[in-house]
């Protein structure tokens, strides 16, 4: 079963900040929280992750809050292009294998 | 360009029939891994490869085959198709299989078993 919570949908208005936010509140202290989102039916894209600390990258910020138990994505100038399904994800291990636990994702529309 | 490389893009096929579902990643990456996404079950995972002649089932393995005979390629074969393996499968790999490693996709291959 999934470790996240999101809301199914989303709109943002183009050139806004779109904010995103997932709740994960069974994570474990060495479990990353990963963010990938996906346009139609292709490839999941890879956005950003982190462990605790708030990372920024060329696509995104991630903010995670202190106690772990929810982030929120954050793009920061959204395009329509951004429009897509976006999967907060939490990656645990099992067995030997560092699984990626996928849920529904939030479907985030940007308006013009 | 860094890439997953999937082929085909679209295959419909008969029951029965084998077919190989090729994967190649120019990344020089040690962990792959095969996943199927149905509506409303997301994504899962098939097999997934840790190094080359390392391979191990995920959580849907049944009726598919993997091999790793090199670093680059991770084939996905289904011996004897069966409509209930028609889906969207997505061949991802990673630099290694830690949690800090991001797992990048590739652009997926839409199988039709008739």
């Known amino acids: 079963d999934a470790k996240t919570t999101q809301p199914p949908s989303m709109d943002c208005a183009e050139g806004r900040a779109a904010n995103l936010p997932c709740n994960h509140s069974?994570?474990?202290?060495?479990?990353?929280v990963y963010w990938y989102r996906q346009i139609h039916s292709q490839g999941p894209q890879y956005i950003i992750h982190?462990?605790?600390?708030?990372e920024t990258n060329e696509m995104a910020s991630l903010i995670i809050t202190e106690d772990r138990k929810s982030s929120t994505l954050i793009l920061p100038h959204a395009t329509l292009r951004d429009t897509a399904v976006y999967y907060c994800i939490v990656r645990v291990a099992m067995d030997s294998n560092y699984q990626l636990i996928w849920g529904a994702g939030t479907k985030l529309i940007i308006k013009p | 360009e860094a890439q997953v490389t999937q082929n085909p893009r679209y295959l419909i096929t008969v029951t029965g029939k084998k077919l190989t579902v090729t994967c190649s990643q120019n990344m020089n990456h040690e962990y792959m891994s095969w996943y199927r996404q149905d509506p409303g079950l997301g994504l899962r995972q098939i097999y997934y490869?840790?190094?080359?002649?390392?391979?191990d089932k995920g959580d849907v393995p049944e009726g598919y085959k993997v091999s790793r005979k090199e670093k680059r390629n991770f084939p996905l074969i289904l011996e004897s198709p069966s409509p209930n393996q028609t889906s969207l499968y997505f061949c991802?790999?990673?630099?290694?299989?830690?949690?800090?490693?991001?797992?990048?996709f590739g652009n997926g291959t839409r199988l039709t078993v008739t």
């Open positions: 991802a790999s990673s630099f290694s299989e830690t949690m800090n490693s991001p797992l990048h």
């Open positions: 490869s840790m190094n080359v002649e390392v391979t």
């Open positions: 069974t994570i474990s202290g060495n479990e990353y």
């Open positions: 982190g462990l605790k600390n708030n």
